[in-house]
C-alpha cells in the first residue's frame, strides 16, 4: 500500500554530509546547532488514527472501486488522520514510519479531488504535481494511482530520467492530471518549455528530506518557484530533520503537522542486531548467513562498486542474488526489483538508492554490510523490513573499532541494538 524507492540522476552529497568510507567517525551522530538556527517547532495535529472503512469517508463510488480492486478495506493510521485534512483543503506535513501506506494517503484525496472538480479543468492543464527523489518510487505511485484510478478518466504519467523525453513530452504537451516527477527531469523538460505548471493547484513532496539529502533542493525550489502561489502542499517522509522542518514551513500555508509513530525512528515491529565482524571475514560470514535465509534479504553495500562486487562474490558461493544500484539502466533495475520480489533472487544487494520507497512485501531480514552513516540512513535502510505491521529483523555488521559509534546509533535512532557476536 505504501510506496518509496530509486533516482532520476546520480545522487549528491547534501550540504555538511562528509565524504563515505574510512575515517568518517561519528559522522552520522547527533550535532548540537547554535540556538539561532532551531528550527521552528511543529505543533501536532490531534488526529483520530482509529482504522476505518474506506467506504466511510464519503469517497466517490469509482474510487472505492479501485480501492476495492487493490484489497484495500481499512484505513491505516497515517491514512486516517491525512485524508480528511487533504480533503478538506489544508496544507499537511505528515510524519510517519515507513511502511504505514503513506502513497495512498495523499493518493486517494489527490483523485477524489479531480473528481469532484473534472469540469474546473483547463484542456491541456495538469492539475497535480506529485515530485519523489527517484524513479522507482515514482514509478510506484504511479502503479497506485493507475489502480485506484482504473475506473475514472483521470490521466497521469511518470516523468523521470534514465529514457527518453519523446514519451514525456507528449504526455506534458497533452496535459495529464497529474505528474509524478523526479526533480532533475522534470527541471529538462521545463528548460525544453515541455511542462505547462500554471494549473498546479496541489503539490505533493514524497520522501522530501530524501530529496534534500541528494541535493535535488535548489531544483525543487525552481519547480515550486513556477508553481501558482495559491495550492494545497502535501509534503510527506519518514524522518523529519530540523532542516526539512524550516524548508517545509516555507513552501506550505499554515500546515497542519501530522505524526503517526515515532519521529524519525523504526518501526517497533522491527528486531534490531549487530554482529562485531573483521573486515576480512564480513564476506565469509554473510555467506554463511545466506546459504538459507529465512525469507527474502536486502543487503545494503555503501558503494556502487562495492555492492556490484559483494553481488558477484554471493553468486559465486551459491547464492541466489542481484545488485541494485545507480550504474545499472532501468530495465536492469526493472529485473533486479522484479526478480527479487518474485522470488528469482533470494538477496538484493543495493545502496541507499534503494533505501527510500523500495516497496516489497515480506523482505525478512535488511543487513547494513556496512555501517549507515545517519541516523536518518539506518531507519530508512531497516524501513524496507517490518512493513504494515509485519515482524522484521535487521543485522548491521561493526567491526571492533565500531562499537562506539553502535551506542551512539542506539542513543539517536532509540532502540536497542543487541549484541550478537564477538571477535
Known sequence: MNSNTTGSRRPRRGPGRPPRGRGRRNSWAPKTRPASSTAPALESTVCDTTPLPFKALGLDSRLLEGVRDLGFVETRPIQSAVIPLALSGSDVIACAETGTGKTC?????????????????PAGSSRVLILAPTRELAVQIEDEIHGLSYHTSITSAPVYGGVEMGMQERALKAGVDIIVATPGRLMDHMRQQNADLSAIDLLVLDEADRMMDMGFWPDVRRIISALPAVRQTLLFSATMPDEMVRQALEIAREPRYVQVGHRSKPARTITHAAEVVNESGKVEWLISHLRRPAGP??????????????????????????????????????????????????????????????????????????FPDSADTYVHRVGRTGRADEPGHAITLISPSERQDLAQLEKAVGVNIELKSDV
Request: aromatic letters at 6%; hydrophobic letters at 45%; proline letters at 1%.
Open 297 to 370: 534479504v536486502l543487503v545494503f553495500s555503501r558503494t556502487k562498486i562495492g555492492a556490484e562486487r559483494l553481488a558477484r562474490q554471493l553468486a559465486s558461493a551459491g547464492v541466489r542474488c542481484v545488485a541494485l544500484h545507480a550504474d545499472r539502466t532501468q530495465e536492469q533495475r526493472r529485473a533486479a526489483v522484479e526478480g527479487f520480489r518474485g522470488g528469482k533472487y533470494n538477496v538484493l544487494v543495493a545502496t541507499d538508492i534503494a533505501a527510500r520507497g523500495l516497496d516489497i512485501d515480506g523482505i525478512h531480514t535488511v543487513i547494513n554490510y556496512e
Open 105 to 121: 494517503a495523499f493518493v486517494v484525496p489527490i483523485i477524489q479531488k479531480l473528481l469532484n472538480s473534472r469540469a474546473e479543468t
